[in-house]
């Protein structure tokens, strides 16, 4: 009686998740019994991947929260190699964004309209995230950062392979946080998936689609540097239905990441640090289908 009730309950509260169903699954196959696939040519049943322990905790943590803590993904040499290939790629962002004139910004996010600013040189992409914090979108993804610690690292590709199934890609870019800056403006990753507005009415209709992992560069993410702050369950409301959610800013060691879901409202915050100039690594993994090489304010005419 009580298995049957935590089953009613867990098909109440989950009831298309993408994400979590395999896992349920797993635990409790008699209340999520696997659909048979079926085509023309052949039929065959879903298998569940295996997972650690705190592999599933983080599954279950991108769900429920929208975010998690992937430990230990990177080596002593690795981390040395990332961060001796961050100073060539802050060298010529810096150069860029002192030598390059700036290019003013305007776009909506969340229902309210948002100003910024970015710079061009070539095939290189800045974007002001805040004052002082810079998104080094286009054009930076080289050396470590193309290697394959990065690109299939083997302690965060399973949860992915969970989230989003097959038929994924990515790419990778870096924000910089110099002492001083500001608190970035709120925002999802994502597109709100809308013609007219930008509420996220119809990104909650879509399946689970877009993840972004952080990587701290420089050293440990500290409430003093600027960690992200999260609205938990946000990837679950639209825009209008934030009232009441909580607030989570969340650190991360060196060699660990903080991975979320595209569609949670977030912003980084401030670097409250005098000398510490934070740089964080971001990679993101979304469905082939949609196009992430767009930015609005940017791109659009």
């Known amino acids: 009686m009580i298995m049957s009730t935590q089953n009613q309950l867990f098909k109440?509260?989950?009831?298309?998740?993408?994400c979590i169903l395999p896992l349920l699954r797993s635990k409790f196959p008699k209340a999520f019994p696997r659909r048979?696939?079926?085509?023309?040519?052949?039929?065959?049943?879903?298998?569940?991947?295996?997972?650690?322990?705190?592999?599933?905790?983080?599954?279950?943590?991108?769900?429920?929260?929208g975010h998690t803590i992937v430990n230990g993904l990177f080596s002593t040499e690795e981390i040395k190699k990332m961060q001796a290939d961050y100073k060539g790629i802050r060298k010529t962002a810096m150069s860029i964004i002192d030598e390059e004139p700036a290019q003013p910004r305007v776009w909506e996010e969340n229902g309210d309209v948002t100003t910024s600013q970015y710079w061009l040189r070539d095939d290189k992409v800045i974007l002001q995230a805040g004052v002082g914090r810079y998104d080094l979108w286009r054009g930076f993804n080289t050396g470590f950062f193309a290697s394959e610690a990065l690109v299939n690292n083997p302690k965060l590709e399973p949860i992915l392979k969970h989230c989003l199934v097959d038929n994924y890609g990515s790419y990778r870019g870096m924000i910089l946080s110099d002492p001083g800056s500001s608190d970035q403006y709120f925002h999802r990753d994502t597109d709100p998936l809308e013609n007219v507005g930008s509420k996220g009415k119809a990104l909650m209709a879509v399946d689970d689609f877009y993840f972004t992992c952080l990587i701290p560069v420089t050293g440990d993410v500290t409430p003093e540097?600027?960690?992200?702050?999260?609205?938990?369950?946000?990837?679950r409301h639209c825009s209008d239905e934030f009232e009441g959610l909580e607030e989570a800013e969340v650190c991360c060691p060196l060699g660990s990441a903080v991975l979320f879901n595209g569609k949670i409202n977030h912003r980084g915050k401030g670097n409250?640090?005098?000398k510490d100039d934070r740089a964080v690594v971001y990679a993101v993994y979304h469905k082939e289908w949609y196009n992430d090489q767009f930015r609005k304010g940017v791109d659009q005419t």
Do not use: C, M, W, Y
Not at 12 to 18: A, E, F, N
Not at 225 to 235: A, I, K, R, V
């Open 36 to 65: 048979r696939l079926t085509t023309n040519n052949f039929s065959t049943q879903a298998i569940t991947r295996q997972l650690s322990v705190e592999q599933e905790q983080n599954i279950i943590d991108l769900e429920t929260k």
């Open 272 to 274: 409250r640090s005098e």
């Open 12 to 18: 109440v509260l989950l009831p298309s998740s993408p």
């Open 225 to 235: 540097n600027g960690p992200t702050e999260f609205l938990e369950g946000s990837h």
